[in-house]
């Protein structure tokens, strides 16, 4: 039974930068094609980066060149560097593997002056 536990968020001020961190557990990280989602109060969840278990990346056009999804698979955890930051990425951010539908409770990241 692999688990994954967000962390890294917090209140950064516009054009600021946070690196998210997911630990996994139960499991190899690397087996799994892994994504970043978000979701901001009042919106649907969406995706905003994915890493495949061969290291191919994707991102939504909102983030594309600011965020930075990858893993280290001796350390066994997935992070999300984020750049540049506006307040409309404020939200709660999860990670998870695509095969998998059961979700942790987030890392919090709030982008206000």
């Known amino acids: 039974q692999v688990q994954f536990v967000e962390s890294g968020g917090g209140l950064v001020q516009p054009g600021g930068s946070l690196r998210l961190s997911c630990a996994a557990s139960?499991?190899?990280?690397?087996?799994?094609?892994m994504g970043w989602y978000r979701q901001a109060p009042g919106k649907q969840r969406e995706l905003v980066a994915s890493?495949?278990?061969?290291?191919?990346?994707n991102y939504v056009d909102s983030v594309k060149g600011r965020f930075t999804i990858s893993r280290d698979n001796a350390k066994n955890t997935l992070y999300l560097q984020m750049n540049s930051l506006k307040p409309e990425d404020t939200a709660n951010y999860y990670c998870k593997a695509m095969k998998f539908d059961y979700w942790g409770q987030g890392t919090q990241v709030t982008v206000s002056s």
């Open positions: 139960g499991s190899k990280l690397r087996i799994y094609d």
């Open positions: 890493i495949s278990s061969g290291g191919t990346r």
